[in-house]
């Protein structure tokens, strides 16, 4: 018995296809999702009464979430002219009555409404009747004196993350010191927690009491501009850049099943552990 100290360098790779070896070190992509609405469970609507209920805007996962799974996603939400606040939960869309689990809570600035603004994070079920991404949204009074706001969200990538431990390194290893060097703000996934490279380019756990035994590297999923169904307008024209696809979305959609390619960031991973 002793320690093992090695590295792995993983090298800048550009545009390979999400589904191939080298991608699919770290994510598998999910193919099926589409994008909803769910009458909210928090305000019942202008008038109060069923015939005018606020919705939010959701995601649902034709497949249910794994509960124990780390997950990835990575969307975009158009701007309004006022702030969305929003609440994002697991549910099981199906039924308003069920748990819920809490994700996170994030606000949109308001602004120029042509501009969007990415939003990605990891998150892990805890139940698996969850089928659904939920984005609530916080009502103002904007949404009772004028018009309820809809908002437009691009459901753009959905992922599990696997773990590189166990595809590189070996299975059931656990390791006592990592040392990252990338560049700042290289995401990853260690132990079921989103970690992102500070500025120094490195991150680095070396106490030996918390040991990793999950860890994978993100990398976001672009659209292959030259599919058609991505890029037909709704007049059925075809559009030349993903920007111009934004500009066309009139509402949320999901394209979770569009081809897409990833670019993989350079990194060094120096590990220990300890050999049984």
Known sequence: MGYIINQFNQPFIKDIDADSADSTIYMTLIKNGAAAQRQSAVDSGVSGESSSPFYDECVKILDPLEPGINYYFHGKIKRLNSDQIFYIYLVNYEDSQSKMQYIKTITIQGGDESEWVDLEFTFNPLL??????????????EDYRTEARTPIIIYEELSKINNMISSKIGEN??????????HPGLMM???????????????????????????SFLFVGIEKIENVNLIAGADGDTLTSFEEYLTA??????IFDTP?????????????????
């Open 260 to 276: 897409k390619i990833r670019n993989i960031d350079a990194f060094t991973l120096d590990y220990m552990y300890k050999e049984d």
């Open 128 to 141: 698996s009747s969850f089928n659904c991404i939920l984005f609530q949204l916080q009502r103002t009074v």
């Open 249 to 254: 979305v009139s509402a949320s959609q999901c």
């Open 173 to 182: 290893i656990k390791l006592l010191k990592i040392g990252v060097q990338s």
């Open 189 to 215: 996934c260690l132990n079921g927690e989103e970690i992102h490279v500070g500025k120094t380019g490195i991150y680095e756990v070396r106490n030996g009491v918390i040991t990793v035994n999950f860890l």
